[in-house]
Antibody, heavy 118, light 103 residues
Framework: EVQLVESGGGLVQPGGSLRLSCAASGFTFSSYDMHWVRQATGKGLEWVSAIGTAGDPYYPGSVKGRFTISRENAKNSLYLQMNSLRAGDTAVYYC????????????WGQGTLVTVSS | DIQMTQSPSSLSSSVGDRVTITCRASESISSYLSWYQQKPGKAPKLLIYAASTLQSGVPSRFSGSGSGTEFTLTISSLQPEDFATYYCQQGFTFGPGTKVDIK
């Protein structure tokens, strides 16, 4: 059974940093692209970052230069290092799996809440 | 950037109704369109990808169609467990969502 379990969320002050983790199981982690998608309370879905099987990262303009996605295939783990956090980054962060080269997400984790507030 | 719109933004329907949700792209995206269902407090669930391919395990009452700039998600006979918010997605861009609730 495919499982994605996020951790690392919490309360952080504006300008602070946080590192999210996603533990994957039930599939060959190294063979899939992995993504982070976030959702502010009562709002829609926003793609945050992606990393391909070769470790190539992708970001939207809203987080580029502040967020860094990485993966550790030996540990079946995905990470998101978030720096210079702003109130607008407050959201539930989901990790999601995508078949290599595909832009649809076939499995999602349960999400971890990040709150940026003083 | 390609913009995605959905209509309606919300709808009220009864169990057994046929429901259609429309997603439009600001320019042609061929068939690179996916649909997700999200229930409150839960992660999104993939329903359809490549505009019309049903994800494994998804009931056959869900179907997708369209290409180019206009796509539809149809629920042939709405069931109690289908009351949720539905999102379309092109590339890494999601539509704003359509909330389906009980009439």
């Amino acid at each position: 059974e495919v499982q994605l379990v996020e951790s690392g969320g919490g309360l952080v002050q504006p300008g602070g940093s946080l590192r999210l983790s996603c533990a994957a199981s039930g599939f060959t982690f190294s063979s899939y692209d992995m993504h982070w998608v976030r959702q502010a309370t009562g709002k829609g879905l926003e793609w945050v970052s992606a990393i391909g099987t070769a470790g190539d990262p992708y970001y939207p303009g809203s987080v580029k230069g502040r967020f860094t996605i990485s993966r550790e295939n030996a540990k079946n783990s995905l990470y998101l290092q978030m720096n210079s956090l702003r109130a607008g980054d407050t959201a539930v962060y989901y990790c999601a799996r995508a078949p290599e080269g595909a832009t649809y997400f076939d499995y999602w984790g349960q999400g971890t809440l990040v709150t940026v507030s003083s | 950037d390609i913009q995605m719109t959905q209509s309606p933004s919300s709808l009220s329907s009864s169990v057994g109704d046929r429901v259609t949700i429309t997603c439009r792209a600001s320019e042609s995206i061929s068939s690179y369109l996916s649909w997700y269902q999200q229930k409150p407090g839960k992660a999104p669930k993939l329903l359809i990808y490549a505009a019309s391919t049903l994800q494994s395990g998804v009931p056959s009452r869900f179907s997708g169609s369209g290409s180019g700039t206009e796509f539809t998600l149809t629920i042939s006979s709405l069931q109690p467990e289908d009351f949720a918010t539905y999102y379309c997605q092109q590339g890494f861009t999601f539509g704003p969502g359509t909330k389906v609730d009980i009439k």
